[in-house]
């Protein structure tokens, strides 16, 4: 067989297991009078059945993702597809600009790693994070194109917008959003990126248009719009230490098995046997593995991590050729990284394992830079590794759906679904 096939079938195959996944965890996604996705599912299925036009409120975004699709198709299981279909979308977007800096072994680590990841695959739910990374894609896009300062006027304009546009995306799911405002604005003002003012004026009137509605709304509305999230005092993380620690170890987390508290703590194993004591061996066997696989994982994710700041530190404070577009995109991740330490000691939020998900792609970047020295190895040699960290992933993504914090098999998604949309037409 011709080996520059074989990245495509691995990836393909990827994809399938992202797919059949990522439908398992949707399907047996807990749903109650306190979840998000009651809420959304409720919000999505009033506006479907009664055909009236959408309020737009704080969770207007979210709220369409639902009433959309069930628009197109009147059943509970067409926005979970459309999630599904998004994030497929994202991805696409994702490899084909990454492609243009690594080699194609490299990339099929980066698809086991986003599409294969928990961290991704356990948002799988109806709820903001479960749309945020298309968002992601287009930043990354944008920030990357705009690096060159040659582009046409044309292009950076559209860059800029695109940029823009998808700040705002994140903005309408993550209060998070402000860490793409603060990379975006920092690396202007060091001059790594190149906006069109035309481009950043016409996306800012079209966005001051767009929020007329939205804050009259909240002047009829006293709830926060965030939710989901614990709301103090500005500044609040900055007067404790761990906050900002907490920021950055999210960040070496997520490029590594050091999973969800709700994987690693909620995982239960009660499903195999009536015994007891076979269900708690099988929990201190989960505990173990994830522990000493996060353990060694995490190393490595940070030996990554200081040889990309090192590489970066030498070119920082200094001009360098346009061509060496991996060196920006490993300025733009260190830029990020000052921008969380900013952002958690700015915000009033209390910062959650997936408040950071909009850094997620970021930070595999130095774990990829690091594979990437090492793709001149053939792809059968990056198979003997990929395969069983592959095999790995699937099975914690596999037993996380079976029964964990937000999931359990017991759930049926169709009675719980169409139980809500009775109530909500009613």
């Known amino acids: 067989m011709n080996t520059s096939f074989i990245p495509r079938i691995i990836i393909t195959l990827m994809v399938i297991f992202h797919l059949i996944l990522g439908f398992f965890y949707s399907v047996n996604q807990n749903i109650d009078n306190s979840s998000e996705g009651y809420a959304m599912l409720s919000a999505g299925a009033y506006n479907h059945y009664s055909r009236q036009t959408l309020d737009l409120t704080g969770d207007s975004l979210k709220t369409v993702m639902v009433s959309a699709p069930m628009n197109l198709w009147e059943s509970p299981y067409a926005p979970i597809l459309v999630m599904l279909l998004l994030r497929l979308i994202a991805f696409y977007i994702l490899y084909r600009e990454l492609s243009r800096l690594f080699h194609p ?31 992601v894609a287009g930043y990354l896009v944008s920030i990357m194109r705009l690096t060159r300062s040659d582009i046409p006027r044309s292009s950076s304009f559209l860059w800029t917008t695109v940029n823009v546009f998808s700040m705002l995306w994140c903005m309408a799911l993550t209060p998070a959003f402000a860490l793409l405002l603060m990379t975006t604005v920092f690396l202007w003002i060091r001059k790594t ?25 909240l002047q009829l509305n006293d709830d926060p719009v965030y939710m989901n999230h614990s709301q103090h005092y500005p500044a609040y993380n900055l007067v404790l230490f761990y906050p900002l620690f907490k920021g950055l170890i999210y960040w070496m987390r997520y490029g590594t098995t050091v999973f969800q508290n709700d994987i690693l703590f909620n995982t239960d194993f009660s499903w195999i046997s009536d015994s007891h004591n076979t269900a708690a061996i099988c929990k201190y066997i989960w505990y173990f593995v994830l522990i000493i696989t996060g353990i060694i994982t995490l190393m490595i994710n940070l030996a990554a991590n200081y040889l990309m700041l090192k590489e970066v530190k030498q070119v920082f404070f200094r001009n360098f050729s346009e061509k060496q577009q991996l060196l920006y995109l490993e300025i733009i991740c260190a830029v990020m990284l000052i921008a969380i330490v900013v952002y958690i000691a700015v915000t009033p939020y209390t910062l959650y394992n997936n408040t950071l998900s909009v850094c997620f792609v970021f930070s595999l970047i130095p774990l990829l830079c690091m594979i ?5 190895v053939s792809i059968t040699g990056h198979l003997k590794w990929i395969i069983p960290v592959s095999i790995f992933l699937i099975t914690v993504n596999g037993l996380a759906a079976v029964k964990s914090g937000c999931y359990d098999i017991n759930n049926n998604y169709d009675a719980v679904s169409e139980d809500i949309i009775s109530q909500s037409f009613n």
Not at 111 to 134: E, K
Not at 372 to 376: A, L, P, T, V, W
């Open 105 to 135: 072994s490299t990339m099929v680590w980066f698809s086991m790693l986003f599409l294969l990841s928990p961290w991704l695959l356990y948002n799988s739910f109806l709820g903001a994070d479960a749309y945020i990374q298309l968002g």
């Open 372 to 376: 990437e020295k090492f793709s001149g």
């Open 193 to 217: 990126i190149h906006l069109n003012v035309s481009g950043l004026i016409t996306s800012l009137a079209v966005i001051a248009v767009v929020m007329v509605p939205y804050i009259k709304q």
